[in-house]
């Protein structure tokens, strides 16, 4: 009798706890999730302008693209000319600090990305950039 016991008590102290070890995987888990920042695409490819004056956007999260043939993408759909101002001033709601960068194709035709940044001016959006790339060196 005595000697099932103690084998009951060995059995019970060689068994491992994983409790504390699936709180510290909860708790990364939750600063990964809490520190990612998600970068919103523009929905297409474009072959954007060079400029030896380009320089590094920080703050982009909010990207619109504008094709050779002269759609308007933003957040991966196409978006209307006259739909264009609400949507970003909605995105903008959601991350003030954010910044609005035009991605114009340089195919495309000036006209159209005057009036997308008309667009945005006429929408209260003031913080817009250009997308440039610097020329090979």
């Given at each position: 009798m005595r000697r099932s016991r103690l084998l009951s008590q060995e059995q019970d102290d060689t068994e491992v706890n994983l409790?504390?070890?699936?709180d510290v995987v909860f708790i990364l888990l939750i600063f990964f999730i809490v520190?990612?920042?998600?970068?919103?695409?523009?929905?297409?490819?474009?072959?954007p302008p060079q400029a030896s004056t380009a320089e590094v956007q920080a703050q982009a999260s909010i990207l619109i693209a504008i094709s050779p043939e002269?759609?308007?993408?933003?957040?991966?759909?196409?978006?209307?000319?006259?739909?264009?101002?609400?949507?970003?001033?909605?995105?903008?709601?959601?991350?003030?600090?954010?910044?609005?960068?035009?991605?114009?194709?340089?195919?495309?035709?000036?006209g159209r990305l005057v009036e997308v940044m008309d667009?945005?001016?006429?929408?209260?959006?003031?913080?817009?950039?250009?997308?440039?790339?610097?020329?090979d060196r």
């Open positions: 409790t504390p070890m699936l520190t990612t920042s998600f970068v919103r695409e523009s929905g297409i490819e474009v072959d002269g759609e308007i993408w933003l957040d991966r759909e196409p978006v209307t000319l006259a739909a264009l101002g609400p949507r970003v001033v909605r995105l903008q709601a959601e991350s003030p600090q954010s910044s609005v960068v035009i991605q114009a194709d340089r195919a495309s035709r000036s667009r945005l001016r006429q929408a209260g959006v003031d913080r817009i950039a250009l997308a440039a790339q610097q020329p």
